[in-house]
C-alpha cells in the first residue's frame, strides 16, 4: 500500500452533542463481565474546617497567691505535749512584691506575678531592669507567677506578707529544685537490690537484665538504669504549718524540703478538693 492511498482513506468525523440546561446527570454505572458492577459515589460539597481559637492545653490554677520563701536547715520543735516534731526552718529575703498582674483582657489568663530577693542592677539583663523599671519596682533576681482564679485586690507594687497569707496550722504546697547527686547507678537510684557478695557471685551492684533477646531486640523506652540523679524541680504538698515566727521572720514547717540550705522555695496554699477546689 502507497502512502497516497492514505490521504484518500476516509476521516471519521467527531460529532459533540450538547445536552439541555435542564438534563441531570446520574451516577455513572460500570458493567463488565470481569468486574463486579458498582456505582460511583456522588460528590459531596467540602466543608469548612473550623480551628478553635480556645487553648488546647491550660495550665492548673492556684488555691491562693504564694510567696517565694529562701530554705535556712532543719531542727527538731517540740510541741506543748512534748511531742518532737521535725521541721524545716524557711526565712525571707527582701522581696515577695507584685511586679505585674495579667488579666483575660490582655494576656488571655489572669495571674499575679511576684519578685523575689533584691540583687545589684548589673546581676540582671537589661530586658528584666525594662521589665521593673516599668512599674518602679527594685531589682530582683526572682520572678514567678501564681495563677488565680480572679485577681481583684492585688495592685503593681504590693507587698506579700506571709503573716497575711497563712497561719499555724494551714496546709501548703512547696516546690523547689532537689539537691544533685550526679551520676548514680541503679541501687541508689532506683532502690534495686543487690546480688550476693559471696558463693562466687560474680554480680554485686550491677544492673542485671535490661530485656529479651532477638524479640523484641531493643531496650524499652523508661527503663529504669543508672543515669543522673537529683537537681529535678519537684514539689510536696500539704505540708502543716507549725510554728510562724514574726521577729525573727521564720515559718517552720513540719517535714523535709526540697533543695539545700540557701535554695529557693515557693509556697503556695494547698489545693484540697472539696475545700478550695471543686470536685467535679
Request: charged share 25%; glycine share 12%.
Amino acid at each position: 500500500m502507497s502512502l497516497s492511498s492514505f490521504s484518500t482513506m476516509p476521516t471519521a468525523k467527531l460529532r459533540l452533542k450538547t445536552l439541555p440546561t435542564s438534563t441531570t446527570i446520574t451516577p455513572l454505572t460500570l458493567h463488565s463481565p470481569f468486574l463486579p458492577s458498582f456505582r460511583l459515589p456522588k460528590h459531596k460539597p467540602l466543608s469548612i474546617l473550623r480551628i478553635s481559637t480556645s487553648p488546647a492545653i491550660s495550665a492548673s490554677l492556684e488555691a491562693g497567691v504564694g510567696i517565694m520563701a529562701t530554705k535556712l536547715g532543719m531542727m527538731s520543735f517540740f510541741e506543748d505535749s512534748g511531742t518532737v516534731v521535725p521541721v524545716t526552718v524557711v526565712g525571707f529575703r527582701e522581696g515577695n512584691i507584685i511586679t505585674q498582674i495579667k488579666t483575660e483582657a490582655t494576656d488571655g489568663y489572669s495571674a499575679v506575678q511576684v519578685g523575689y530577693r533584691r540583687v545589684r542592677d548589673r546581676k540582671l539583663t537589661k530586658p528584666e531592669m525594662g521589665h521593673l523599671e516599668k512599674s518602679g519596682i527594685i531589682p530582683l533576681r526572682h520572678l514567678q507567677e501564681f495563677r488565680l482564679q480572679s485577681v481583684d485586690g492585688f495592685e503593681v507594687t504590693q507587698k506579700l506578707d506571709f503573716n497575711e497569707l497563712f497561719k499555724e496550722g494551714d496546709l501548703v504546697d512547696v516546690a523547689g529544685t532537689t539537691i544533685g547527686k550526679g551520676f548514680q547507678g541503679g541501687i541508689k537510684r532506683h532502690n534495686f537490690k543487690r546480688g550476693q557478695m559471696t558463693h562466687g557471685s560474680k554480680s554485686h551492684r550491677q544492673l542485671g537484665s535490661i530485656g529479651a533477646g532477638t524479640t523484641p531486640g531493643r531496650v524499652y523506652k523508661g527503663k529504669k538504669m543508672p543515669g543522673r540523679m537529683g537537681g529535678t524541680k519537684t514539689k510536696i504538698r500539704k505540708l502543716k504549718i507549725v510554728k510562724i515566727d514574726d521577729e525573727l521572720k521564720i515559718l517552720m514547717i513540719k517535714g523535709a524540703l526540697p533543695g539545700k540550705p540557701g535554695n529557693l522555695l515557693r509556697i503556695a496554699p494547698a489545693k484540697i478538693v472539696g475545700k478550695n477546689i471543686p470536685k467535679n
